[in-house]
């Protein structure tokens, strides 16, 4: 009879790797905000913390390894641009980034969605050119190349929806 091998521990792994599944998470995006275009949504059940089971949205981006599961902060953000009909977002750009939210009594790491703003249109001003240079490609989590947004909207806070202005506040 073979002995059994002896686990050999390892001094420095990546921890989450172990935890690894098929939606993306906070720590893929290594602190970064990505352009991102949808090419599928679909429905799917997941089963929380708790054992409830709940329907969400998962949104496969193009080029990317995992998907992103929608919470409902997110789908808000994207059906008030594109619709609330999931076939509308196919082929439209989101952008994807690392926050944090309340989670209870703690503050937990998230993803956040919003939509590009549009580039501000060139004015026309003889001599000057009429077009921004290019922008160098950006690179999805997976480390594949992707459209990179216009250099002036990774500085650019979130776009408000109506939400943002639901308050208590008469005024």
């Excluded at 720590?27 to 949504?41: K, P, Q, R």
């Excluded at 703003?117 to 240079?133: D, E, I, N, Q, Y």
């Amino acid at each position: 009879m073979n002995a059994p091998v002896p686990f050999a521990p390892q001094a420095n792994f990546d921890v989450g790797a172990l935890y690894a599944g098929q939606y993306l998470t906070a720590e893929d995006l290594g602190g970064s905000t990505y352009t991102a275009i949808i090419v599928a949504v679909e429905r799917v059940e997941v089963t929380g913390q708790d054992g409830s089971v709940k329907a969400k949205a998962a949104i496969t981006l193009q080029g990317w390894p995992k998907k992103l599961l929608s919470n409902k902060t997110n789908f808000e953000t994207v059906a008030a641009a594109y619709g609330r009909q999931s076939a509308g977002w196919i082929g439209k750009p989101i952008e994807v980034f690392p926050a944090t939210t309340p989670m209870g009594p703690r503050t937990v790491a998230c993803i956040r969605v919003r939509v590009p703003r549009p580039a501000a249109p060139a004015a026309a001003v003889p001599g000057m050119p009429t077009s921004a240079p290019a922008a160098p490609a950006a690179v999805v989590p997976n480390g594949a190349p992707a459209a990179a947004p216009p250099a002036q909207v990774a500085m650019l806070p979130p776009l408000m929806t109506a939400a943002d202005f639901a308050d208590d506040i008469p005024y």
